[in-house]
């Protein structure tokens, strides 16, 4: 995965790095929360983010906000790393828009853990989102016919709502997404055309002979 860093420490933001590379992750590396914003707020933003919470210029609690703030049906998994343990600094980060949060000094193994979770996490959001999406499309292209439609018992023409008439055809052509492809069906081609009727079965006779 494209995983954003945004931790000013130098010493932290390379051991996340380094961690994060080694299972094959790409890594996007900032030091501020103005420069982290930046690039979540890009059109291919990295999926997956781990802020610091104090960062120079804004802290990561303002920048999840801020994050969170952009509608999208694919979000993006944020985690938190805060040496603040408190609590309430917690559930602060929770209630901004953070998904996890991750203590400092952190371990590798829990960051590589908590990252996995977030991996998931992104690919069950992204097939839910890809559904969504069929089904809008699916949505769009289907035309239904409801209720009581006026049809005339002899001619078959359909009564619009503004009290015109018209042929089967064309009603069922203009309200649903069905297309008509003609031909005659072997009792009106007997009613209509008998003499093709009688060539074609002397015809069939003969070929049996």
């Given at each position: 995965?494209?995983i ?11 051991l996340?790095?380094r ?13 501020s929360?103005a ?12 999926r ?5 919470w104090m ?10 906000c801020?994050?969170?703030q952009?509608q999208?049906d ?14 309430a ?10 998904n996890?949060?991750l ?24 097939a ?19 209720g ?27 309200h649903t997404?069905a297309e ?30």
């Amino acid at each position: 995965m494209n995983i954003l860093i945004a931790e000013d420490d130098f010493t932290s933001r390379t051991l996340l790095a380094r961690v994060l590379k080694n299972v094959g992750h790409e890594v996007v590396e900032t030091v501020s929360g103005a420069d982290a914003l930046k690039k979540m707020l890009e059109p291919d933003a990295p999926r997956l983010a781990i802020f610091d919470w104090m960062m120079p210029e804004m802290d990561g609690l303002e920048v999840i906000c801020r994050v969170r703030q952009r509608q999208t049906d694919r979000p993006p998994y944020l985690i938190m790393l805060t040496a603040r343990g408190e609590k309430a600094d917690i559930i602060a980060g929770l209630e901004a828009g953070a998904n996890d949060y991750l203590a400092k000094p952190f371990n590798a193994g829990e960051l590589r853990a908590r990252v996995e979770v977030g991996r998931r996490m992104i690919e069950m959001q992204d097939a839910l989102a890809d559904k969504v999406e069929e089904l809008r499309d699916a949505i769009e292209q289907i035309k239904t016919l409801r209720g009581i439609v006026p049809i005339c018992g002899h001619c078959k023409q359909i009564r619009d709502d503004e009290g015109y008439w018209h042929q089967l055809e064309v009603y069922v052509r203009d309200h649903t997404e069905a297309e008509f492809s003609h031909g005659i069906c072997p009792k009106c081609m007997e009613k209509l055309y008998p003499e093709f009727v009688k060539t074609g079965e002397v015809k069939k006779e003969k070929e049996k002979k």
